[in-house]
């Protein structure tokens, strides 16, 4: 079982249109959860962090579930420019100062015109 | 600052060659991770380093894989010999754990093609 799942899409939704992404993860001992956004053939970049009492940055709102060990990224009212794969991603911290990002395979969303 | 800063961009090489792929993390960031991405696998881990330290090398595929970081400002990851199947990006990036901000910053990944 791979430790962060994805819905892998693609998700193709209207302008406008509301969409939500949802991630699993298996490590109970994963401290903390990031959104990354990934362009077409660019590299991956952070969206925004994932608080356990939910968060919001404009059209984007991230929730974590620790008792399911579920994340969630909503955005509302999609733009074309939102077209782009969303990488769910977890946090370890093995000891001392180290940490391990372990990312999700992605989900593709495209918003059509 | 530049960002991480990966070399080369573009790397087509023969079977049974020797690769290796360059990176320089952000300055002052004391984490670096090595990925390879695929239209089947996603993002996978290879390997990350702390402090010029590796940590974690469980993600390497096989003895045919290897990284360093002499310092903290250089890493390279090395694949010798190369297989059609290590055809992929390959993604450096780095990190400063600060609390619980552990952001990640890549580099512009390295697409590798082995024929």
């Known amino acids: 079982r791979k430790e962060v799942e994805q819905d892998p899409g693609p998700f193709n939704v209207p302008e406008g249109a509301t969409v939500a992404f949802n991630c699993t993860y298996s490590?109970?001992?994963?401290?903390?959860f990031f959104w990354y956004r990934q362009d077409c053939r660019k590299e991956p970049k952070l969206l925004m962090s994932?608080?356990?009492s939910g968060n919001e940055d404009g059209r984007f709102t991230a929730q974590l579930n620790r008792a399911s060990q579920y994340i969630s990224l909503l955005i509302r009212d999609s733009k074309l420019s939102d077209s782009a794969t969303y990488l769910c991603v977890v946090s370890l911290f093995p000891g001392g100062a180290t940490n391990k990002l372990i990312f999700g395979t992605g989900t593709l969303l495209a918003v059509q015109p | 600052d530049a960002g991480v800063i990966q070399s080369p961009r573009h790397e087509v090489t023969e079977m049974g060659q020797e690769v290796t792929l360059r990176c320089k993390p952000i300055s002052g960031h004391n984490s670096l991770f090595w990925y390879r991405q695929t239209m089947m696998r996603g993002l996978e881990l290879l390997i990350y380093?702390?402090?010029?330290?590796?940590?974690?090398d469980s993600g390497m595929p096989e003895d045919r894989f290897s990284a360093k970081m002499p310092n903290a400002s250089f890493s390279t990851l090395k694949i010798q010999p190369s297989e059609p199947r290590d055809s992929a990006v390959y993604f450096c990036?780095?990190?400063?754990?600060?609390?619980?901000?552990?952001?990640?910053?890549f580099g512009q990944g390295t697409r590798l093609t082995v024929v």
């Open positions: 990036a780095s990190s400063l754990r600060q609390g619980m901000n552990t952001e990640a910053f």
């Open positions: 994932v608080y356990s």
């Open positions: 490590n109970s001992a994963s401290q903390s």
């Open positions: 380093f702390n402090n010029n330290v590796p940590i974690d």
